[in-house]
């Protein structure tokens, strides 16, 4: 059972362009929503995180847009660079234990053209 | 000084052979885990280990074997491996506030 759906699958963008990655989840008790980045032979890395007591969390060029009624959240990376080009996962989670567990997105591969 | 560091980061071996992937932290984080990236690069949990206590075990073949000698080293153990253990397997610690940290991973190919 996919429980964090994302697209899409891969993403086109300009030098300088707004790149949007899209995800969606289906189950409520989720409260930690992150975005992670990972480059070709090296593991993911944090990006940026959101809870849902925002809707709204930005970080330099990266900003997390969430949506708790519809489920969604979404990252945007504004003025988009040639090194952003990596693959993005979201990722949702729930209860700050020992079990918790991070269940991923399917991955969008970013690619931006100089 | 890598946080999280596994090796080898390459291994090539024939199917039925038995092999390891050794991953060590030096973050101080309780909690560790081992997940697995296909080829179209889905992560997907296997096992997550508490201060040296199993904690999460997922829907995995008993072919796979963690262990923790104490809770900065998750080592996996693979026994009889098949064609369709090829992917990469990426160790990890939590930190606080959920964030995690992974090794580089280590890429296994089961000819």
């Known amino acids: 059972q996919q429980q964090v759906k994302q697209s899409p699958q891969s993403l086109i963008v300009q030098k300088g362009g707004i790149s949007i990655i899209n995800c969606a989840y289906e189950?409520?008790?989720?409260?930690?929503f992150p975005w992670y980045q990972q480059f070709p032979g090296k593991g993911p890395a944090l990006l940026i995180a959101?809870?849902?007591?925002?809707s709204e969390k930005k970080e330099g060029r990266f900003t997390i847009s969430f949506n708790k009624s519809a489920k969604q959240f979404s990252l945007h990376i504004m003025d988009s660079q040639p090194g952003d080009s990596a693959t993005y996962f979201c990722?949702?989670?729930?209860?700050?234990?020992?079990?918790?567990?991070?269940?991923f997105g399917e991955g969008t591969q970013l690619t931006v053209n100089p | 000084d890598t946080a999280v560091s596994q090796t080898p980061k390459y291994l090539v071996t024939q199917m039925g052979n038995d092999k390891s992937i050794k991953c060590e932290q030096n973050?101080?984080?309780?909690?560790m885990y081992w997940y697995k990236q296909d080829s179209k690069k889905f992560l997907k949990i296997m096992f997550s280990?508490?201060?040296?206590?199993?904690?999460i075990n997922e829907t995995v073949p008993n072919r796979f074997s963690p262990k923790s000698p104490d809770k900065a080293h998750l080592n996996l153990h693979i026994n009889s491996l098949e064609l369709g253990d090829s992917a990469v397997y990426f160790c990890?610690?939590?930190?606080?506030?959920?964030?995690?940290?992974f090794g580089s991973g280590t890429q296994l190919s089961v000819l």
């Open positions: 990890a610690s939590r930190g606080a506030n959920e964030k995690l940290f």
């Open positions: 189950n409520t008790a989720f409260d930690y």
């Open positions: 959101i809870r849902p007591d925002v």
């Open positions: 990722a949702a989670s729930y209860g700050y234990t020992s079990g918790s567990r991070l269940t």
């Open positions: 973050l101080g984080h309780d909690t």
């Open positions: 280990y508490n201060n040296k206590e199993l904690i």
